[in-house]
C-alpha cells in the first residue's frame, strides 16, 4: 500500500530556532499534501495545504512567514516552524494524496506523525 | 460553519462490542471516515462511507449513517484490547479534500 514517511519522527529545540520537518511519499507522486497539526487530546486541524509548483494556501489564523511550506517534487513537501517557541510545541502530521487516485475517498494517505517540543 | 462532533471517552469489556458516535455539521459532506491513532503513532484509516449509503460493514466494523440527523456511529463488535485506541470521525466535501476532523474518542477495552 501507499506510504508517507515524515522525517524526523521526533525533535527538541531551543526557542528561537527553526525546525524542518520532511513529509515524503514513498510509492506514488502528490502533487497536493496537506499540513494538520495536532494538540494533546485535541483534534487535528488543518494548517495548509501544499501543491507541487506553487504556493500554499494557509488556513485562517496560521501565520504563512512562520511555518514555511515548500512542495518542491512531487514526493516531498517540507515544513519549516520558524523561530519555534513553546507554544509550536505539537504534534504534526501530513497526508499526501496520490495524483492518479485523487478522485477516490481512500487516496489520503497520512504520514506517521512528527513530535515537535521547543524548550 | 462546519464543526465534528464525538464523545471523549469509551471503556469497554474485552468481547463487547463497542460503539463510538459522532455528529456533523455539514450537509454537504459527501464523504464520511473513521480513522485510528494508537499511542504515538500517525492515522489509519479504519474505512469510510459515501454520504448516499446508510451501512457499510468490513469484518468487524460496521458503519451506520443517519444523514436526516448527520449522525455517524462506528460499532467494532467483539472488541479487543488491541483495539484499545483514539478514534476519529472526519468528513470531507469531496474526495481528495483537506479533512474536518473531530476531537476524537479514546476507546478503552479492559480484559
Known amino acids: 500500500g501507499a506510504v508517507v514517511s515524515q522525517h524526523p519522527s521526533w525533535v527538541i529545540c531551543k526557542s528561537g530556532t527553526s525546525v524542518k520537518i520532511e513529509c515524503r511519499s514513498l510509492?506514488?507522486?502528490?502533487?497536493?499534501m496537506f499540513w494538520y497539526r495536532q494538540f494533546p487530546k485535541k483534534s487535528l486541524m488543518l494548517m495548509a495545504t501544499s501543491n507541487e509548483g506553487s504556493k500554499a494556501t494557509y488556513e485562517q489564523g496560521v501565520e504563512k512567514d512562520k511555518f514555511l511550506i515548500n512542495h518542491a517534487s512531487l514526493t516531498l513537501s517540507t515544513l519549516t516552524v520558524t523561530s519555534a517557541h513553546p507554544e509550536d510545541s505539537s504534534f504534526y502530521i501530513c497526508s499526501a494524496l496520490d495524483i492518479f487516485l485523487s478522485k477516490k475517498q481512500e487516496t489520503q494517505y497520512f504520514g506517521p506523525g512528527t513530535r515537535l517540543l521547543v524548550l | 460553519g462546519e464543526d465534528v462532533e464525538q464523545s471523549l471517552f469509551l471503556s469497554v469489556r474485552e468481547g463487547d462490542s463497542s460503539v463510538i458516535n459522532c455528529t456533523y455539521t455539514d450537509s454537504s459532506s459527501t464523504y464520511l471516515y473513521w480513522y485510528k491513532q494508537e499511542p504515538g503513532a500517525g492515522l489509519q484509516l479504519l474505512t469510510y462511507?459515501?454520504?448516499?449509503?446508510d451501512m457499510k460493514q468490513d469484518q468487524r466494523l460496521t458503519v451506520l449513517l443517519n444523514k436526516k440527523d448527520k449522525h455517524l456511529s462506528l460499532r467494532i463488535a467483539d472488541t479487543q484490547t488491541g483495539d484499545s485506541a483514539i478514534y476519529f470521525c472526519?468528513?470531507?466535501?469531496?474526495?481528495?479534500?483537506?479533512?474536518?476532523f473531530g476531537k476524537g474518542t479514546t476507546l478503552s477495552v479492559s480484559s
Open positions: 472526519a468528513e470531507s466535501i469531496e474526495a481528495g479534500t483537506a479533512l474536518i
Open positions: 510509492d506514488f507522486q502528490a502533487t497536493t
Open positions: 462511507i459515501f454520504s448516499n449509503m
